[in-house]
């Protein structure tokens, strides 16, 4: 079978001798724990795109108990990023996968704003080859990440020229009493200038 690793084999040759699904005696608990469980989720999906190619159902649910198993060993935040690694570039028909994602995604990431704040997309989690998809979706998180601190900043600036406005609304009041006062002397007649200044003073 071209294109799977040697653990892959063995597991596949195994498999097929004993109808069972049995890790490379390389492995250990101590390996595993180590590396998050990482390798042996690669050589699995390994084994699981195997099972699809070749049409061994039997097998290829042997290999997602495995993965799920693995996966419900560490935590949810932890499983996501072992199967970015381990699965850089899924089927994107594998509804199975899909479903086991989205039960880890919602384990981890209350709402949108989380995942975005989250650093899971970010480059120290990132593959050595990545999915057209996955970098833009890289590049649309950036971009909105970014946009919210240009937002973030400008309503700060806004808060401080606020705060530090000389008009404030009890001057703004006074204002506008002393114009009223200025009305009712003049019998009921604003000068052009005094409504020039009222809408001023409301515009600013």
């Not at 693995?70 to 990023?81: I, S, Y």
């Not at 880890?104 to 970010?122: C, D, K, P, R, V």
């Not at 833009?136 to 606020?162: F, G, P, W």
């Not at 009493?177 to 200038?193: F, P, S, W």
């Amino acid at each position: 079978m071209s294109g799977v690793s040697g653990a892959a084999g063995q597991i596949i040759v195994n498999f097929l001798y004993k109808g069972s699904y049995e890790a490379p005696t390389l492995w250990n608990d101590e390996l595993l724990m180590k590396d998050g469980g990482a390798e042996s989720l690669r050589c699995s999906f390994d084994v699981l795109a195997t099972a699809k190619k070749y049409d061994i159902g039997s097998l290829a649910t042997l290999a997602q108990e495995y993965i799920e198993s693995w996966t419900d060993q560490l935590e949810p935040a932890k499983a996501l990023v072992a199967i970015k690694k381990a699965c850089s570039l899924p089927d994107a028909k594998d509804e199975w996968l899909r479903n086991h994602t989205k039960t880890l995604l919602s384990a981890t990431y209350t709402n949108i704003e989380a995942f975005l704040a989250s650093a899971i997309m970010t480059a120290e989690h990132a593959e050595s080859a990545i999915s057209i998809t996955e970098m833009m979706l890289r590049t649309v998180i950036s971009s909105i990440m970014e946009r919210q601190i240009e937002k973030q900043k400008e309503r700060e600036a806004a808060r401080e020229v606020k705060e530090t406005s000389p008009a404030t609304e009890q001057e703004l009041r006074a204002e506008i009493e002393v114009i009223e006062a200025k009305k009712a002397n003049r019998g009921g007649y604003l000068l052009k200038k005094d409504r020039i200044g009222l809408q001023k003073s409301w515009l600013s």
